[in-house]
């Protein structure tokens, strides 16, 4: 597995990171816990030490599955987490980033991962009642204090960035990338690149969309999040296919899959990137590690950008009520 620097830190990870919410929450029902702890480690095994998670999967189940796989292989991985989310009656109610809540959840978070240290703590949604130079400065503390060695954002808009880097330098930004979301591209990758910060692309196969393996006739879970996504109504879907086939057509060249060809097209965008697709499929582990060994050409970028250009993606990728969380 090669590796990757998040932007101008010491934090190298595998240039493909794992993205564990989906285990647990967000597209139907938790996984089996032990097969998901065999997923994760079989990860370790075959190169992955990037492990993504929040406190609001589940809420809480999440974390708790991290810890304890990755206990016994700790020292070999980094271990990415994030604060912000209030809770009532274990749900989650409104955003919370005040300085004493986030040195709280540092708390109970380093518990059910099961370790004396966060790898990388992101703010998880900008909350618009804290300033950012509070929530910085809560962070700049815990790294002082050793429980935090790096400090991250997700989903924030330049001027934030800015404001919490001048605090504390910010790590890396975590946010919707894809060869079907790709608006970070006109404010926030250049922003990324002038400052030394790493980018973190969740959902980098379009929440599934790009595998191929999702068409206007598949039916979701009624506990999945993308029954109220409108780029997933069936309509969408089926105009949206054109991305598919147009990772199809590379694909065939490359003698790849449409998945490989979707997370080796973000990974070329910039050394500084690295994606973690979420599955709780083993085969689907090792088909997207598998990516890492693709080799996108030139010519076979210019290919996917001239065809890209002709396509409108349609549908939103998130309801109003999520939209309404996300700061740009």
């Not at 005040?98 to 059910?112: F, G, M, N, W």
């Amino acid at each position: 597995m090669q590796k990757r620097k998040l932007g101008k830190s010491n934090l190298e990870v595998s240039a493909l990171g794992l993205g564990c919410m989906g285990m647990s929450f967000g597209y139907g029902p938790a996984k089996d816990k032990q097969e998901m702890i065999s997923l994760i480690r079989a990860a370790v095994e075959l190169g992955v030490t990037f492990f993504d998670t929040a406190e609001v999967y589940g809420p809480f189940t999440n974390e708790e599955l991290v810890g304890e796989a990755l206990a016994p292989m700790r020292a070999r991985v980094a271990i990415a987490t994030k604060f912000g989310f209030h809770f009532e009656n274990g749900k989650q109610a409104g955003l919370n980033s005040r300085p004493e809540h986030i040195k709280q959840v540092a708390d109970a978070s380093l518990q059910r991962l099961r370790t004396d240290v966060i790898d990388l703590f992101y703010q998880h949604r900008v909350d618009p009642a804290v300033p950012i130079e509070d929530v910085a400065g809560a962070v700049k503390d815990l790294i002082q204090a050793g429980k935090v060695k790096h400090f991250g954002l997700s989903e924030a808009g330049v001027q934030v960035i800015r404001r919490a880097h001048a605090v504390q330098p910010v790590t890396a930004l975590q946010s919707e990338y894809s060869l079907w979301w790709r608006e970070p591209e006109a404010a926030i990758l250049p922003v990324l690149e002038e400052l030394g910060i790493g980018f973190v692309p969740f959902s980098p196969l379009g929440k599934g969309f790009l595998t191929g393996k999702i068409d206007e006739t598949t039916a979701f879970d009624s506990t999945d999040f993308r029954n109220t996504v409108p780029r997933f109504a069936p309509e969408a879907r089926k105009v949206n296919r054109a991305f598919v086939d147009l990772l199809e057509a590379i694909a065939e060249r490359k003698q790849a899959t449409s998945a490989q060809i979707a997370l080796a097209w973000v990974l070329a965008q910039k050394p500084w990137i690295v994606p973690i697709p979420g599955t709780t499929k083993l085969n689907r582990l090792q088909e997207n590690i598998a990516a890492v060994t693709v080799e996108l050409s030139a010519g076979d970028l210019r290919d996917i950008a001239s065809a890209a250009s002709g396509l409108a993606v349609q549908g939103a990728r998130y309801s109003e009520a999520a939209q309404r969380m996300i700061n740009r």
